[in-house]
C-alpha cells in the first residue's frame, strides 16, 4: 500500500465507493455540457445557469470524494433526483438524468457486492 504524503498509509476504498465517484464525476462533466446548452437556450437568467450550474458540479466533485460516509451517499442519490428534474429545463435531461440514474443504481448494487466478496477473502486480524 502507497503511503500518502504525511507518511501513514491511505485508506483503501471499497469498489462501490470508486464506483459511485466514477458516475458523479461524469455527471460533473455532462453538467458542464448541460450548462452551454442552457445558455444557449436562455433558459435561465446567465447568473442563474452559471451560479446554478457551477454549484451543482461542485457539489457532485464533493460528493464524489466523500461517499465514504453515508450522508453523502445520499446526497449522491438527490443529485440524480436533480439531474432528473433538470428535464424541466431542458428535455432531453429527463433521458440523461434517466440513465444516470439507472448507472448509479447499477454502480451502488455491483459495488456492494463486489465489497462483500472482497471483505470474504480479505486476511482476517
Partial sequence: MSAAPSGKPRRRRG??????????LLEAIVMFFVILVAYGLRVLPLGVIFGGGAVLIALMLLVGRSLRHPVALWIGWALQ???????????????????????WIYCFIIGRRLDRRNAQFAPQP
Avoid: P, W
Fill in 81 to 103: 433526483a436533480v439531474l432528473i428534474l433538470l428535464g424541466l429545463l431542458i428535455n432531453v435531461m429527463y433521458v440523461i438524468g434517466v440513465l444516470f440514474l439507472a448507472l
Fill in 15 to 24: 469498489a462501490q465507493e470508486s464506483l459511485l465517484s466514477i458516475v458523479l
